[in-house]
């Protein structure tokens, strides 16, 4: 068993319901944090029963880190991703050994192909250019390339094949991507996507743009970090008063060929493995193109058996700047990107208030939960106090906050709809912190799905919880926030 043991936090009877709780703790007489915290402790405790500790559970199976190593999930970096391991851990524990799994925020897929690995079929709905790249590219790689496919890849990571080419293919560029590459680079990446368009096979073509994709932030002057891309002090863009290093940028050439070389090896190596593309015992694998706000709703009622996902957290990371590199590089245009920006799940301050009864009356009940929900609701009216108070470091904090969490609840309402019955749902999430008040998201979200047809099963807590960001811990001091795993079931 990947886990282990499971020590409980402890063992206290079901959570209260909101009619239930003491009007001492929501009655305006204390302080808008004095209230959250008080509200917070008696769900806390209300939920207790719920919060266990997976010895074994770490951050490495709930990030990218444990798919480093791993075939094929280690080709493209996506650090938002969880791990294979935990996806197949989660399917073995709830038998889940036939039908279809969902992902409405498939990211690079990883539920889709650890799912298609163990003979389900499987589909994923993702809103990011980057991510239907990457996805497309994996599921090319998995119907089976010939050997003179493999061959040619090989061919281009050992004889740079692109160098020949005198040709030079400009680089799309953003407003925030100019400048990001070393001349060697720029070079390089012109020629290589140059000698890309003279081939005749669209199947070569998009594996090798893929591995172009894979390695531009290392040949570049940045680096992604959460909310934003830092810039390696030689870019010459000055950013912030501490300058930032990056170390090492690989020349271009070195780079795509390591790249090129590694795909080649898990080819062939889990070929020779019997892990051959294409395999009658694999799954099948369908890309939902577009926003799960969109694309949920038209999907079959009761038709999906598992799912697993991680959505966007509530932290104000812009996922349109972290990729931004990649996203130039895949045609995408300023107009376009500020339009993905607004289709994206509210987790910015950027992100302006959607209208979701108009995009689907039938979420009222969702809405409902979300606007009626105590803690939910204390967090809000204390944002929003602090906002008027002028106190906040940014005035988008509390629309982002809200609309977080009311299109969540239109995302919960619509995954308990397309769910089977007794059908599981598992959410990788974390807890966040705002001007002091700590936001239970696992807490709130669990409330809200309860309201629209889920039980909680259990929240999986990490062992370490994470601390807040330094702008926090120089006034609130370093506090933990949990991360956790949640099982809901359909009731």
Not at 220 to 238: A, F, I, N, P, V
């Amino acid at each position: 068993m990947l886990f282990g043991s499971v020590e409980p936090l402890c063992l206290i009877p079901r959570p209260l319901m909101s009619d239930e709780l003491p009007k001492s703790l929501v009655t305006p007489g204390a302080s808008g944090l004095e209230r959250i915290n008080r509200l917070n402790d008696s769900y806390e405790h209300s939920y207790a029963r719920y919060f266990q500790r997976p010895i074994a559970l770490n951050r490495m199976l709930v990030s990218f880190q444990a798919s480093k190593t791993r075939s094929r999930y280690r080709w493209y970096k996506y650090k938002e991703a969880f791990s294979a391991e935990l996806v197949e851990f989660f399917l073995q524990k709830y038998g889940v050994a036939s039908g279809v799994t969902l992902d409405p925020f498939a990211g690079t897929g990883t539920t889709m192909f650890a799912a298609q690995s163990m003979g389900l079929d499987s589909e994923g709905i993702e809103l990011l250019p980057i991510g239907q790249a990457v996805i497309q590219a994996r599921r090319l790689a998995e119907t089976g390339l010939s050997r003179k496919e493999i061959e040619t890849i090989e061919s281009w990571g050992k004889k740079h094949v692109w160098q020949r080419h005198k040709a030079l293919s400009a680089i799309n560029e953003l407003k925030i991507t100019a400048g990001a590459y070393p001349d060697e680079a720029v070079v390089g990446i012109g020629k290589y996507v140059s000698a890309i368009s003279q081939l005749d096979n669209h199947r070569l073509e998009t594996l090798l743009r893929f591995a172009l994709l894979c390695v531009l932030e290392s040949v570049s002057y940045t680096r992604k970090d959460g909310q934003y891309l830092r810039w390696d002090y030689r870019s010459g863009r000055r950013q912030g008063k501490k300058r930032f290093d990056k170390g090492e940028i690989p020349d271009f050439k070195q780079a795509i060929s390591k790249k090129l070389l590694e795909i080649v090896c898990d080819l062939r190596s889990d070929s020779s493995n019997g892990l051959l593309s294409g395999s009658s015992d694999h799954g099948r694998v369908k890309l939902h193109s577009g926003s799960c706000l969109d694309i949920l709703p038209r999907l079959e009622t009761a038709s999906y058996d598992f799912i697993m996902t991680s959505p966007p957290y509530c932290n104000r990371y812009d996922y349109t700047r972290t990729y931004a590199l990649e996203l130039a590089l895949l045609g995408v245009e300023e107009k376009e990107l500020t339009g993905l920006r607004q289709s994206m799940l509210s987790c910015t301050v950027e992100n302006r208030e959607k209208n979701l009864l108009r995009l689907n009356p039938a979420w009222s009940t969702a809405l409902n939960a979300a606007g009626t929900q105590p803690l939910l609701g204390e967090i809000l009216r204390y944002l929003q106090d602090m906002k008027d108070r002028d106190l906040l470091n940014n005035n988008g904090i509390p629309r982002m906050v809200k609309g977080y969490f009311f299109e969540m609840a239109c995302v919960i309402s619509e995954c308990a709809r397309v769910l089977k019955r007794d059908a599981r749902l598992v959410m990788v999430n974390d807890n966040v912190r705002y001007s002091g008040a700590g936001i239970s998201v696992d807490i709130i979200l669990s409330e809200i799905a309860k309201a629209v047809g889920f039980e909680t099963e259990s929240i999986l807590v990490l062992p370490r919880a994470k601390g807040n960001s330094s702008q926090q811990m120089g006034e609130h001091g370093r506090s933990p926030l949990r991360k956790c795993v949640y099982v809901w079931r359909k009731a």
